[in-house]
């Protein structure tokens, strides 16, 4: 039972121009939304995360929207750059002591000059 | 300077061998994690340590053992490996209470071929 999803594996998107990359999650004791850019070899990298008290957190050319009653979040990112080109895990955590997260499947960006 | 390291960084062997996975982290974190990333790219947890104590352990085959010497260091061993075990292999770490809101630091994670 997959408790966070994105549903888009795949997204092409012109340079200059506004991505965005959606989440949807299950599990309503989530308190911690997260969001990974992995490039290929490479690890998954941390980008921007969003308490479940709040509704958007931005950090230069992104932005975190979170809609606590569609169980859904979004990740934004303006100018989008050939250099954002990557896959993109959408991850949440109930924290506590394990502060155990949770991915989804990932959506490849590409960006196109 | 790597925060979190993992070796081997490709690792190919036949079934039924036994090998290990060593993770070492410098960022000063107490709590590990392996994930496994299938063929399907999905990133699921297997196992994290708090200050050497095990405090997840999903699922996972006995095959499969972590050990943690101490808090900088989690090394994963799997027994008579099987060929649903190749995947990449993914180390982590942060501190605790705050991996859910600056994440974990991932390591370049060990791609696993068993044939």
Known sequence: ?????????????QEGRISILNCD??????????????????????????SSIKDKNEDG?????????????????????????AVYFCAA?????????????????AVQP | DTAVSQTPKYL????????????EQNLGHD???????????FLKIMFSYNNKELII???VPNRFSPKSPDKAHLNLHINSLELGDSAVYFCASSQAGQGGIYGYTFGSGTRLTVV
């Open chain 2, 12 to 23: 190919v062997t036949q079934m039924g061998n036994d090998k290990s996975i060593k993770c």
């Open chain 1, 61 to 85: 050319r992104f932005t975190v929207f979170l809609n606590k009653s569609a169980k859904h979040l979004s990740l934004h990112i303006v100018p989008s750059q050939p250099g954002d080109s």
């Open chain 1, 25 to 50: 999650y299950t599990n309503s004791m989530f308190d911690y939304f997260l969001w990974y850019k992995k490039y290929p070899a490479e690890g998954p990298t941390f980008l921007i995360s969003i």
């Open chain 2, 57 to 59: 352990n999903e699922t």
């Open chain 1, 93 to 109: 955590s109930e924290g506590g002591a394990t502060n155990k997260l949770i991915f989804g499947t990932g959506t490849l960006l």
């Open chain 1, 1 to 13: 039972d997959q408790q966070v999803k994105q549903n888009s594996p795949s997204l092409s998107v």
């Open chain 2, 31 to 41: 709590t590990m994690y392996w994930y496994k990333q299938d063929s399907k790219k």
